[in-house]
């Protein structure tokens, strides 16, 4: 499995963005998720959804400011997001997994390369 990420760029805070990641390879029936990093921290958890987009979560800290869905049919995972702050400031990215839904980085054997989000205030 082969992701990439896209949609990255700067925004004003409370402003809105939006993600996507591309999957190509086998990917029927995984469990995509994004997570991110900023500089000088470990690489947090942000959303996750299934194969049927009927089970999703979100972190704590973009609850009800972050939406994750995905458009199976065509590889594609999107997060959608809004009244960005200057803390949502990260590398984005997104991961595969073929394994059970998790909110843990090491459960996700696929990444793509990333993609950078700024916030500026």
């Known amino acids: 499995v082969q992701l990439q990420a896209s949609g990255g760029g700067l925004v004003q805070a409370g402003g809105s963005l939006a993600l996507t990641c591309t999957a190509s390879?086998?990917?029927?029936?995984?469990?995509m998720a994004w997570f991110r990093q900023a500089p000088g921290k470990d690489r947090e958890f942000v959303a996750t959804?299934?194969?049927?987009?009927?089970?999703?979560y979100c972190g704590d800290s973009v609850k009800g400011r972050f939406t994750i869905s995905r458009e199976s049919a065509k590889n594609q995972v999107y997060l959608q997001m809004k009244s960005l702050k200057p803390e949502d400031a990260a590398v984005y990215y997104c991961?595969?997994?073929?394994?059970?839904?998790?909110?843990?980085?090491?459960?996700?054997?696929?990444w793509g390369q990333g993609t950078q989000v700024t916030v500026s205030s």
């Open positions: 390879g086998n990917s029927r029936g995984n469990v």
């Open positions: 991961a595969a997994t073929f394994r059970c839904m998790s909110f843990t980085e090491s459960d996700f054997p696929y």
């Open positions: 959804i299934n194969w049927g987009g009927g089970d999703q």
